[in-house]
Structure formats: structure tokens, C-alpha cells
């Protein structure tokens, strides 16, 4: 069963940058696919950026120009580096992965993104 454990989050002030990792375990091989979403409401995530194993990449349009995102294919790590952070960025920041294109994906626990001066 894969596992997704996120890390990175903290608190930052306005205008500052961070960077989220998130890494699989229990899978032999690459994963498909991954990406970042946050939460949005009690029942909502939004998608944030995925990149696919072949290194493609797709932006939501609030995160295009300010956040990046990338992976060690090899390792199963992805990453998110986020700059000019406001605090409508506060949320709380998770990892989801694919095995394949048939897979509903797994998502990690999360990881607390709080930008405040």
C-alpha cells in the first residue's frame, strides 16, 4: 500500500517562500503521477500543480508564476516551491499519487502552510 508523508510546511510572512516535499513509500517504481492541492472548505481540495512521470506539468492559474513544481522520479519525491506567498496561501497543503492511470490516487495527511506576519 502506498504511503504519501508530506513535510515542509511552517509559518511564513507575507511575501516569502517555502518548500514542500512530499515522499511515497511502499511502492516499487515510479508513480505516474503526482501533485499538490489544498484545502479549500471542510469538503474541498483544490489542485494546486501534478507533474507526471515524464515531467510534464500542470498548473492551476492562481499558482502559475509563483509556485513550482517538481519530482525525483527516481526516489518518488515531489516537490513544491513556493514564492510570494500571500495569506490567502494559509491552508493546509497535501500530496496525492497515482500508480497508474487507473488508480484514484492516495493522498498524504498533510502539511500546515500559515503565511502571517
Known amino acids: 500500500q502506498v504511503l504519501l508523508v508530506e513535510s515542509g510546511g511552517d509559518l511564513v510572512e507575507p511575501g516569502g517562500s517555502l518548500k514542500l516535499s512530499c515522499t511515497a513509500f511502499g511502492i516499487i517504481g515510479p508513480l505516474n503521477a503526482m501533485a499538490w492541492y489544498r484545502q479549500v472548505s471542510e469538503n474541498q481540495r483544490e489542485l494546486i500543480a501534478a507533474?507526471?512521470?515524464?515531467?510534464?506539468?500542470n498548473y492551476t492559474d492562481f499558482a502559475k508564476g509563483r509556485f513550482t513544481v517538481s519530482r525525483d522520479g527516481a526516489e518518488n519525491k515531489v516537490h513544491l516551491q513556493m514564492s510570494g506567498l500571500k495569506p490567502d496561501d494559509t491552508g493546509r497543503y497535501y500530496c496525492?499519487?497515482?500508480?497508474?492511470?487507473?488508480?484514484?490516487?492516495?493522498w498524504g495527511q498533510g502539511t500546515q502552510v500559515t503565511v502571517s506576519s
Open positions: 507533474i507526471a512521470l515524464g515531467g510534464n506539468t
Open positions: 496525492r499519487g497515482w500508480i497508474n492511470r487507473f488508480d484514484t490516487g492516495t
